[in-house]
């Protein structure tokens, strides 16, 4: 299994904020880390998730 960090939506935090951090999502099943749960992870508003957008596409050399 391979382990990233993403951002994921509201209601798929919801889901896999539980005490195993396992869920189901569109026939997958889906891990959330420890230090994640319990409303730990960090949340990211539009503007925040626009900027982290335009950084990376910036290290790839991507410009819009």
Do not use: H
């Not at 749960?37 to 410009?63: H, I, L, S, T, W």
């Amino acid at each position: 299994m391979t382990y990233r960090w993403a951002f994921i939506c509201p209601a798929c935090y919801a889901q896999l904020d539980n005490e195993s951090g396992l869920a189901v999502a569109g026939g997958r099943t889906f891990n959330l880390a420890g230090c994640s749960r319990d409303g730990k992870a960090p949340v990211v508003n539009e503007e925040k998730y626009q900027a982290f957008q335009r950084r990376a596409a910036a290290r790839m050399g991507v410009a819009k």
